[in-house]
Nanobody, 122 residues
Framework: QVQLVESGGGLVHPGGSLRLSCAAS????????MGWYRQAPGKQRELVAAITSGGTTDFADSVKGRFTISRDNANNTVYLQMNSLKPEDTTVYYC????????????????WGQGTQVTVSS
């Protein structure tokens, strides 16, 4: 069984910063890409940032220059540093990881965290 556990959400003033963390645990052979998505009520889930196992990153245009993504491969953890936060960044953020298990290392499956709320408000 594989779990993704997120932490770090909360309430912050506009212009402030938050750091989200997501730790993968359980029966893990390897982790390919890891990333963060967000979903506002009534809207589709959208990619915020992603990082490959080799460190290549990708960002949504709306967060470029403000957010950074990093990962600790030894601890199966991915981070999202969010700076210069805006009210429109308010929503639930979800961690995602493409994971291979020892039982089927040839098969990559996508796992999701439970979501963490980020609220940007004065």
């Amino acid at each position: 069984q594989v779990q993704l556990v997120e932490s770090g959400g909360g309430l912050v003033h506009p212009g402030g910063s938050l750091r989200l963390s997501c730790a993968a645990s359980g029966s893990i052979f390897s982790i390919d890409a890891m990333g963060w998505y967000r979903q506002a009520p009534g809207k589709q889930r959208e990619l915020v940032a992603a990082i490959t196992s080799g460190g290549t990153t990708d960002f949504a245009d709306s967060v470029k220059g403000r957010f950074t993504i990093s990962r600790d491969n030894a601890n199966n953890t991915v981070y999202l540093q969010m700076n210069s936060l805006k009210p429109e960044d308010t929503t639930v953020y979800y961690c995602n990881a493409d994971i291979r298990t020892p039982a089927s290392p040839w098969r990559r499956r996508s796992y999701w965290g439970q979501g963490t709320q980020v609220t940007v408000s004065s």
